[in-house]
């Protein structure tokens, strides 16, 4: 056992302040990454001492340089490297790395995160550990004629899937064998641009299904528990946008059944830290194995906020060599909480990122409120990085209460410079089959006629906004030159002030 | 020319949205407000923090000016976006009368919805094309996106090139509808 004293985060944005602010509790001293594409980041703010990488010149982006990341560890004489989410987090070879130079890394072991993030290999476990899985190519495909042959066998539609994948990244639905030949070229375009790994499977499509995954932990000692579930289906593009914990369509014995199976996979891998074990639930209850995620997950805050734990806490615990303190029994679900995304996207035009600045920013405030965030006012999105800003995630007694608390919540989280997914999840929230917890992967797409939410008035009182500032620069232009001569500028509010006191 | 106050209050304006609805605004600074001649009572502030609401029937609306070009306006209201050409009763009537002698193009411009980098083109000038068609594929965020056809017709000109890099709203192939 190793006590850890300092922590490299090689992540950014909030996931970089979340784990500093558990190292920070934890008595651990945090160290970062600056980059060049912004110097000025939040999350640098956060930290007790900050590497600066700002002079990369070459093609590898700086978190994602294996080498460099490691070799400075060993510099400042670090313990321990934590990867967060993306980047490096799933990456094998980062893992073993940090093994190899002594570093600990915060995560579970190169073999089992190879084994799971090869989806072949990862279905081929639960297979053998009667977990149940979906129809589909024993192994990837050589080319698209072996699809043909899959898909005939299994009736469409069928779905292809990168073997590195994740994200939806290179995935495609495919309703006829016409579509085999365009798509197969696509996705394996997208898997070997995405996760440097042309390879891809194919499986059968399960229309409409809900996305449940389990929170998992395990220690180096082997023990294992999960941390019950957490409800994804609110998906675009495969791209989550809220998640909750519980699901409202577990009741305990499904959660019990599914816990299991989770338990199981982890056990088959010796799979030590925090994972994640995806599933399909489809209209019957039933549940199919997906995939496993390696990494602490952006989600994992709705768990905490359940469980009472600090899943990070944990992970650098198991990584120290402790036992879990905690046994399945001792593990309750709390309440429901509910996380929203809050991204730089343009929900109106396709949610496409939105690039700016945050001129204000102002949070609701409550005990029923938590904030992870990677962004202060004055931050600059850029368009090196996701588009996630930051992430709300509000608690209740009870689902509906939980419902009520995000309405208000989101009705006071204010940012000002560019557009974000807030009136999204507002639109959400007025949903009635969301409300009711009846929804699935495909309730954005069938039951959101509209996908921001919009009051009656609102459009008028925009016109008359634009009108007012219009109207109030035409006059300013002809009323105040005096005033622009003394280098005042003065803003139509202003003016409108000073009219009124005419 | 110094205006009088009197002069200022009795403006009006036609605010017209993107989907082309009409709201008539007549004298915006004055308690005297009427919006498509009802009298309306609306207040703009500034909060303490520098955010701008807009108070109306005793509710708050979070209100920004996203952006502004001479006459044309996109306004966020609770986040949610609106653009809107503001017009005087003189501008109004040229607008108007401009619209109805301007022909019907056939001219259809794709651009990109997003910044992001041309993988792959899929068609050739001279290529006829349905609706909803694959043009070229853009990748974005590390999405491959496919870039269809908003029209039925013919591309004409192809602007781009394979591993362009574009910037959101880049012309990336011009049509010509059927």
């Not at chain 1, 001792?330 to 939105?354: C, H, M, T």
């Not at chain 1, 009520?404 to 410079?417: P, T």
Request: hydrophobic content about 35%; proline content about 4%.
């Amino acid at each position: 056992m190793m006590k850890i004293k300092s922590i490299l985060i090689a992540n950014r944005g909030e996931i970089a302040i979340r784990i500093s602010q558990t190292a920070k509790k934890m008595g651990i001293k945090t160290y970062g990454i600056k980059t060049s594409k912004e110097p000025n980041a939040f999350y640098l703010k956060h930290l007790d001492g900050v590497i600066d990488f700002c002079d990369n010149l070459d093609d590898i982006p700086e978190f994602l340089d294996v080498e460099r990341i490691v070799n400075i560890a060993k510099d400042y004489k670090i313990d321990a490297i934590h990867p967060g989410y993306g980047f490096l987090a799933e990456s094998p070879y980062f893992a073993q790395r940090c093994d190899e130079e002594g570093i600990i890394f915060i995560g579970p072991s190169a073999e089992a995160i190879y084994k799971m993030g090869n989806k072949t290999i990862a279905k081929q476990i639960a297979k053998k550990h009667k977990v149940p899985l979906l129809e589909g190519s024993q192994g990837n495909l050589k080319n698209p004629e072996e699809a043909h042959l899959i898909a005939d066998k299994i009736g469409y539609p069928v779905i292809l899937k990168a073997a590195a994948g994740g994200g939806g990244r290179g995935m495609r639905i495919i309703e006829k064998a016409s579509q085999i030949e365009k798509n197969f070229k696509l996705a394996t375009t997208e898997a070997e641009k995405a996760f440097n790994d042309p390879s891809v499977f194919i499986e059968k499509y399960v229309s409409n299904p809900r996305h449940i995954e389990f929170q998992i932990i395990g220690d180096k000692k082997g023990n294992f528990i999960h941390l019950g579930e957490r409800e994804c289906s609110v998906q675009r593009k495969h791209q989550k946008l809220l998640e909750e914990s519980p699901s409202p369509a577990l009741d305990e014995t499904l959660r019990e059944k599914m816990g299991a199976a989770a338990v199981r996979i982890a056990k088959a891998t010796k799979y030590y830290s925090a994972g994640t074990v995806e599933f399909l639930l489809d209209d019957s209850k039933n549940f199919y194995f997906m995939e496993m995620n390696t990494r602490i997950q952006v989600e994992h805050p709705v768990t905490e906020m359940v469980t009472g734990l600090d899943l990070l806490e944990l992970q650098i615990q198991i990584a120290e060599g402790k036992p879990l303190s905690i046994k399945q029994k001792d593990v309750k679900l709390n309440g429901w909480a509910i996380e929203y995304r809050i991204n730089a996207e343009d929900v109106q035009g396709g949610f496409s990122p939105y690039l700016g600045i945050i001129e204000k920013l102002q949070y609701p405030r409550s005990k029923n409120i938590r904030i992870d965030s990677g962004i202060s006012e004055s931050s600059v999105v850029t368009p090196y990085y996701d588009s996630m800003l930051a992430k709300l995630i509000v608690h209740g007694e009870t689902r509906e209460k939980a419902i009520s608390n995000s309405v208000n919540a989101l009705n006071k989280f204010w940012i000002q410079g560019i557009k974000t997914t807030i009136p999204f999840c507002k639109a959400v929230l007025s949903n009635k089959k969301f409300k009711d917890g009846d929804f699935n992967t495909s309730f954005i797409e069938k039951e959101m006629d509209k996908l921001f939410y919009q009051g009656n008035d609102d459009e008028m009182l925009a016109a008359y906004l634009a009108t007012f500032d219009f109207a109030a620069a035409l006059e300013t232009d002809k009323t105040t030159l005096i005033d622009f001569e003394k280098g005042k500028n003065i803003s139509p509010w202003v003016l409108n002030k000073r009219l009124r006191s005419l | 020319m110094k205006l009088t106050r009197k002069k200022i209050e009795e403006a009006e304006y036609i605010a017209v949205s993107s989907q082309d609805k009409r709201y008539k605004i007549r004298n915006p600074f004055s308690e005297d407000l009427k919006i498509n001649g009802k009298k309306t009572e609306i207040k703009i502030f500034d909060d303490e923090n520098g955010f701008t609401y807009i108070l109306y029937k005793r509710k708050k609306y979070l209100a920004e000016i996203l952006e502004r070009s001479q006459n044309k306006y996109t306004v966020l209201i609770n986040g949610v976006s609106y653009v809107f050409t503001i017009e005087t009763p003189i501008s109004y009537k040229r607008k108007k009368y401009l619209d109805k002698t301007k022909s019907k193009s056939t001219h259809e411009m794709v651009q990109a919805p997003m910044p992001g980098k041309i993988v792959d083109i899929l068609v050739d000038a001279g290529t006829d094309v349905k609706e909803g068609e694959a043009l070229l594929i853009l990748e974005a965020m590390k999405m491959q996106n496919e870039i269809s056809s908003p029209v039925t017709g013919k591309v004409t000109n192809i602007v781009v090139r394979k591993n362009d890099v574009v910037n959101k709203e880049d012309v990336l192939v011009e049509l010509e509808k059927k």
